[in-house]
């Protein structure tokens, strides 16, 4: 029984994930949420709320900060890993 508890669950979460992905908007389709609620008001709102032009340096400093702040940590993070591991030569 021990050995068919994990292959049981992972076929489960399988299950669900492949639900939730039927229910999901075709790629593209312009009736999607993204597509009637959000692009509209980051086009319209991007250099009133974030001071900047620019909509994608609008969305990724202002909306996302936090998130590109910890993608921009992770990578910092690993290329002082390697030049720790590489050295001084």
Do not use: C, Q
């Not at 509209?40 to 994608?56: L, Q, R, S, T």
Request: proline share 6%.
């Amino acid at each position: 029984m021990n050995k068919l508890a994990p292959t049981f669950v992972v076929l489960v979460i399988g299950l669900i994930m492949a639900i939730a992905v039927g229910d999901m908007p075709p790629f593209g389709a312009l009736n999607s949420p993204a597509s009637s609620y959000l692009s509209p008001y980051y086009i319209k709102e991007a250099y009133d709320v974030a001071g900047v032009h620019n909509i994608v340096t609008a969305v990724l400093a202002y909306w996302r900060g936090y998130d590109t702040f910890g993608e921009v940590t992770v990578i910092f993070t690993a290329g002082i890993a390697v030049m720790a591991l590489l050295g001084r030569e």
